[in-house]
């Protein structure tokens, strides 16, 4: 380290405004770039002169982590790369080490001046002319912000923050994604399939196939001009029993025939979230209207 202190203190006297610290076979742990970063800024005497610069490679998968160890230590400058493109494993992703100095701004109190919002946008444009982003990558990943533990969609539901450090909207992306998965719970297959079929809430009057969704709990149609509207259609009507038990017969048979019997004309077809499967009839109904 002395040899590289008066290597550094040469360059700043010769000039140099920045001075680059490179791992650049991606061999240090964080832990040592620390102390390099902090002896080159305890130990040069001119090293208020110029900027401290790191740049990091990925070889052993530490390369946001050793930058952003230099940042601790007194760096102010990163050489990173969008997606974390670059020779061998690549280099620092720029999208990683923006966002953890945004989200830990309480340990690392700097500004970037990125406007994380376009985020996203840059890693697509940077991959449509590269090669595809895993779908677990952080940041930018397609599973960045998708949940598919039944345990996690729970506290989403109840409270985004429970397992999100971060907003999707931060980085450009739209929304939160509840992914339908062998880990699902029983609420969390609910809650979806309620949003799945939002767009059957009320009757498509105006479609070749008018649909009704109402829950078990529903005895009577409250909306009175809609049933109106639905009485007035010549269209074939479906309508749809959400989260019913279908191993429950008798509550099953109850239900249709009570629904059955307000639209004589109409194909009452019990949902149950709970097996997470529609029922033929109405499969076949979405497969003919998608």
Known sequence: MDFMCKIVELAISSGAKTINIPDTVG???????????STLKNKV?????????????????LAVANSLAGVSAGAR???CTINGIGERAGNAALEEIVMAIRTRNDLMPYTTGIKTELLSKASKI???????????????GKNAFAHEAGIHQDGMLKN????????????GVKKTSLVMGKHSGIKPAYEMQSSMMNFVKEALVDADVLLYMVTVEETE?????????IKKSKAPLFVLINKIDLSSQELVEKTVA????????AKVCPISALAGFFIPELLELMIELA
């Open 27 to 37: 061999y240090a742990l964080p832990s040592e770039f620390t102390k390099i970063i």
């Open 77 to 79: 400058q990163v050489e």
């Open 126 to 140: 940077v991959s449509n002319a590269t090669f595809p982003v895993q779908f677990n990558k952080a940041i930018v």
């Open 45 to 61: 005497p001119n090293i208020d002169k110029a900027i401290l610069s790191v740049h990091c490679h990925n070889d052993l998968g």
């Open 160 to 171: 985004r923050e429970t397992y999100e450090i971060m907003t999707p909207e931060s980085v």
């Open 221 to 229: 149609l409250k909306d009175e001009k809609l049933f109106e509207r």
């Open 258 to 265: 009570h629904w059955q019997s307000i639209f004589p004309k």
